[in-house]
T-cell receptor, first 117, second 119 residues
Framework: GAVVSQHPSWVICKSGTSVKIECRSLDFQATTMFWYRQFPKQSLMLMATSNEGSKATYEQGVEKDKFLINHASLTLSTLTVTSAHPEDSSFYIC?????????????FGPGTRLLVL | AQTVTQSQPEMSVQEAETVTLSCTYDTSESDYYLFWYKQPPSRQMILVIRQEAYKQQNATENRFSVNFQKAAKSFSLKISDSQLGDAAMYFCAYTRAGHYGGSQGNLIFGKGTKLSVKP
């Protein structure tokens, strides 16, 4: 199998606070993890790509100081939304590709719904 | 830059009938992969089918099959014997092949097609 979990599944926070979202590959080692953002009724937009032990690569237009990504191990990546504002409210999805397999195959987590009040 | 276009925002099919979802893409690469993902109301992304660009044979997975036309850059999904559980958003996606690390290997998604299945 290839199971990816995310925690929390949903979170409500006050404006100005920081929120951390965890993405874990439960039964495999992930070469690379990806973070996506999805607005209601829209498609997934890639935010950043992270490899274990190295800095994340952010897509154009994504503020790296606002969306901090840490990929400390082959099974865990975290996304921290710093000083969250209502416009950061969205659905955040991570995915992971398996070590030793083509990176083309990505396994998705169930997503985290963030609401900033 | 690579792009993926799904021209049908919404589609509807009668249960047990067949429906085809359209997808076109633009790329200058010769080696790449194409995918169809399903996103039900739970919002969990589920891989439906995967096609390698170097393979001429169309991929099939049970009731799901694709019509891959490389020259036309077209990649449609056919769902046969539609079931109520097939109702979902369907996303077509593209990624370059054979790359590791950095921002390469990321999926580029179309805007999606919402499929409704009528009982």
């Amino acid at each position: 199998g290839a199971v990816v979990s995310q925690h929390p599944s949903w979170v409500i926070c006050k404006s100005g606070t920081s929120v951390k979202i965890e993405c874990r590959s439960l039964d495999f080692q992930a070469t690379t993890m990806f973070w996506y953002r999805q607005f209601p009724k829209q498609s997934l937009m890639l935010m950043a790509t992270s490899n274990e032990g190295s800095k994340a690569t952010y897509e154009q237009g994504v503020e790296k100081d606002k969306f901090l990504i840490n990929h400390a191990s082959l099974t865990l990546s975290t996304l921290t939304v710093t000083s969250a504002h209502p416009e950061d409210s969205s659905f955040y999805i991570c995915s992971a590709s398996k070590w030793g397999q083509p990176q083309e195959t990505q396994y998705f987590g169930p997503g985290t719904r963030l609401l900033v009040l | 830059a690579q792009t993926v276009t799904q021209s049908q925002p919404e589609m509807s099919v009668q249960e047990a009938e067949t429906v085809t979802l359209s997808c076109t893409y633009d790329t200058s690469e010769s080696d790449y992969y194409l995918f169809w993902y399903k996103q039900p109301p739970s919002r969990q992304m589920i891989l439906v089918i995967r096609q390698e660009a170097y393979k001429q044979q169309n991929a099939t997975e049970n009731r799901f099959s694709v019509n891959f036309q490389k020259a036309a850059k077209s990649f449609s999904l056919k769902i046969s014997d539609s079931q109520l559980g097939d109702a979902a958003m369907y996303f077509c996606a593209y990624t370059r092949a054979g790359h590791y690390g950095g921002s390469q290997g990321n999926l580029i998604f179309g805007k999606g097609t919402k499929l409704s299945v009528k009982p």
